[in-house]
């Protein structure tokens, strides 16, 4: 079955310690793409990659790293979370950029 | 700023009714994409429009791309309790060589009771 996977879905932690939220797809895509969701806020695009090795900022990067080491898999990594960063959070991919967006089931940060 | 206008906000209806949504911009989008998000899951993508004027139609639900490529609506005739969710709208800009925008609206919050 063609997917994205998150993991974890939930993840509750304190404010300083380094945390990573998998994201891996089995559609053999180029694209992939990290969103935050937040009330009156809609999804915001966090960082981007357009291939292996490529990625670059995308709205909200402050606070996040990615990685882009293999084609399948892109990881976002908190160095130091914060509170501020309480949130659900969709890695996504797609074809290329601009084709249609094929979203994972998501993972609910909450960082106290 | 917002780029991307969606109205109503919240929209709670009888099952058996009629409902548009509405996205709309001052910007021009080369494509517009139709997203559906049921609690706890991640958005999926229902429809994509390119050409001015377009009219898509998917079982109950008719999407319709501005002739000017600015706007779009989704129609949803006879609703059921399985059409609520969360609709979005996401428009993509070209902005230059090959970089390409997606940038999405707040989002509909569609409830229909049973």
């Known amino acids: 079955e063609a997917q994205v996977t998150q993991n974890p879905r939930y993840l509750i932690t304190v404010t300083g310690k380094k945390l990573t939220v998998t994201c891996s797809q089995n559609?053999?895509?180029?694209?992939m793409s990290w969103y935050r969701q937040d009330p009156g806020l809609g999804l915001r695009q966090i960082y981007y990659s357009m291939n292996v090795e490529v990625t670059d900022k995308g709205d909200v990067p402050e606070g996040y790293k990615v990685s882009r080491k293999e084609k399948r898999n892109f990881p976002l990594i908190l160095e130091s979370p914060s509170p501020n960063q309480t949130s659900l959070y969709f890695c996504a991919s797609s074809l290329w950029e601009g084709s249609p967006l094929h979203f994972g089931n998501g993972t609910r940060l909450t960082v106290t | 700023t917002q780029l991307l206008e969606q109205s109503p906000q919240f929209l709670s209806i009888q099952e058996g009714e009629n409902l548009t949504v509405y996205c709309n911009s001052s910007?021009?989008?080369?494509?517009l994409q139709w997203y559906r998000q049921e609690p706890g899951e991640g958005p999926v993508l229902l429809v994509t429009v390119v050409t001015g004027g377009e009219v898509k139609k998917l079982k109950r639900l008719t999407f319709q791309f501005g002739d000017a490529r600015k706007d779009s609506s989704l129609h949803i005739t006879a609703a059921q309790p399985g059409d609520t969710g969360l609709y979005l709208c996401?428009?993509?800009?070209?902005?230059?060589?090959?970089?390409?925008?997606?940038?999405f609206g707040k989002g509909t919050l569609l409830t229909v009771n049973p």
């Open positions: 559609m053999n895509h180029e694209y």
């Open positions: 996401a428009g993509g800009l070209n902005s230059g060589g090959s970089n390409y925008k997606l940038t």
């Open positions: 910007s021009v989008f080369s494509s």
